[in-house]
């Protein structure tokens, strides 16, 4: 799978588990560690441990997709799931804040979501 449709793919699973302001951006042109971010927000710790549980799940059954590395299951404030190509940073809204990645990134150019074709 290519890393833009990954990234895609996992704001789409991010986004089934409600999570909040989910933003991909496309930082090959500024880092030599990955290609996308994808940054989103959950409420709480159980909604955090739910949106990466639906990440890690559907990516591993559906795609055979499995991370390199997850960090910060324990905290329960910022999970980071890296996927290589891909790093997912799932965040409660204070810890979101406080580190500004976007912010930091913000040269960067994010990914608009992509079109789904209807089945007729």
């Not at 890393?3 to 986004?15: F, G, I, T, V, Y």
């Not at 409600?18 to 560690?33: F, M, P, R």
């Amino acid at each position: 799978m290519e890393a833009k449709q990954l990234a895609r793919l996992c704001r789409e699973l991010a986004d089934n588990k409600k999570a909040e302001d989910i933003v991909v951006l496309d930082v090959h042109k500024l880092s030599s560690v990955t290609d996308y971010f994808v940054i989103c927000s959950g409420t709480s710790a159980p909604h955090l441990r739910a949106i990466v549980g639906e990440i890690e799940d559907r990516l591993r059954e559906e795609h055979c997709v499995k991370p390199i590395a997850t960090e910060g299951m324990t905290d329960g404030r910022w999970v980071v799931l890296d996927f290589f190509d891909v790093i997912v940073h799932v965040m409660h809204p204070d810890s979101r804040k406080q580190y500004d990645l976007e912010g930091l990134w913000s040269d960067a150019k994010p990914v608009r979501a992509g079109t789904r074709k209807r089945k007729v």
